[in-house]
C-alpha cells in the first residue's frame, strides 16, 4: 500500500503533463497530443493504474474528435476507437 501512494504523485504528474499537452497543443493535428498522451500512459503507468485511467482518455479522445471531418478516415483515430472497445471487453471480462 505504501508503494501506491509513493507512486501516486507521479502519476499525478504524467496525468497532469498529459491534459496541459492536449490543452496547450496548437499545432495542424489536434489528434496528436491525445495520441501521444495515450502513448505516454501505456509506457509508464503500471497495468493496475492503466486500467483505471486509460478507459477514460480514450473515451474523450474518441468523443472530441467523432464529428471532425479530418479524422473520419483516419486509421490512429480508428485504434483509439478500438482500443476503447478492447478496454470495455477487458471491463467485461473482469466484472463477470
Given at each position: 500500500m505504501a508503494e501506491t501512494s509513493a507512486a501516486q504523485p507521479h502519476h499525478g504528474d504524467l496525468f497532469?503533463?498529459?491534459i496541459s499537452d492536449i490543452r496547450t497543443y496548437?499545432?495542424?493535428d489536434?489528434?496528436?497530443?491525445?495520441?501521444?498522451?495515450?502513448r505516454r500512459m501505456k509506457e509508464r503507468l503500471p497495468p493496475r493504474v492503466?486500467?483505471?485511467k486509460l478507459p477514460r482518455?480514450?473515451?474523450k479522445c474518441a468523443e472530441k474528435f467523432r464529428s471532425d471531418r479530418r479524422y473520419r478516415k483516419d486509421l490512429r483515430y480508428l485504434?483509439?476507437?478500438?482500443q476503447l472497445w478492447y478496454q470495455s471487453l477487458e471491463t467485461l471480462r473482469v466484472n463477470t
Open positions: 497532469s503533463s498529459v496548437a499545432g495542424d489536434p489528434l496528436l497530443p491525445w495520441l501521444r498522451g495515450i492503466l486500467e483505471e482518455l480514450l473515451q485504434r483509439v476507437w478500438l
